[in-house]
């Protein structure tokens, strides 16, 4: 723990030494290793070092759900439209809260394009929500660890305050949790590989945040 609070305790410290402010806002698809493919948006918040090198703080949200329907009986195509009666079986969903320290590196390629790279790292909380209806039970796991996700793409100038931008990123991390001891006395953990690829669009905001 100790060991966390000074790592966030000295990007907050490199953060309030850099001077011209910036703000992310992006929003996307995460494909991780042992969940279904979801929703990936973000907020990041920092100071730009140079004209090229920025550092900020960034908050993200992985979604995804499931649903495991069955049918029952035949279809009714009697009328204009065909009905389905279907029952729930199984409702499963996931969010994820990613946070990072992250620096950035924007470089000019052409006057209207840049090149844009990002490279973070941190901790991720995973929250796992299962209701069974056939055995009527439900059930929430909690799960965390540490974080990084690498990202390359391109930007935009849309005015001389604001940029748009796309990029394709790797998000890794595989957050855990205790999973008490075997009969022999063993340590167990439960894992969920969250590692995988992502694509996302975003705004990047000059002179606007902390």
């Not at 796992?128 to 996700?149: K, L, M, P, R």
């Not at 849309?158 to 931008?165: G, L, T, V």
């Amino acid at each position: 723990m100790l060991k966390k609070i000074s790592f966030f305790l000295l990007a907050g410290v490199t953060l309030m030494w850099a001077s011209d402010r910036i703000t992310e806002f992006s929003v996307g698809m995460l494909v991780p290793a042992d969940a279904e493919k979801g929703f990936y948006g973000g907020l990041n918040m920092g100071r730009m070092v140079d004209e090229n090198v920025g550092v900020s703080f960034g908050f993200n949200v992985y979604r995804s759900s499931y649903n495991k329907k069955s049918q029952i009986g035949e279809k009714d195509n009697t009328g204009q439209i065909v009905v389905s009666t279907k029952q729930y079986e199984l409702q499963q969903s996931a969010t994820a809260l990613p946070l990072f320290f992250q620096l950035h590196y924007v470089g000019q390629i052409t006057p209207s394009l840049d090149l844009k790279v990002t490279g973070g790292i941190g901790y991720e909380l995973l929250w796992n929500s299962i209701t069974n209806y056939v055995t009527q039970e439900d059930d929430t796991q909690f799960f965390s660890g540490f974080a990084w996700h690498l990202g390359a793409g391109v930007s935009i100038p849309i005015s001389r305050a604001a940029d748009f931008y796309g990029e394709a990123f790797y998000h890794g991390g595989v957050p855990s949790q205790d999973g008490g001891k075997t009969v022999e006395g063993l340590p167990v953990i439960s894992e969920v590989d969250m590692s995988g690829l992502g694509l996302r669009v975003g705004v990047r905001l000059y002179g606007f945040g902390f």
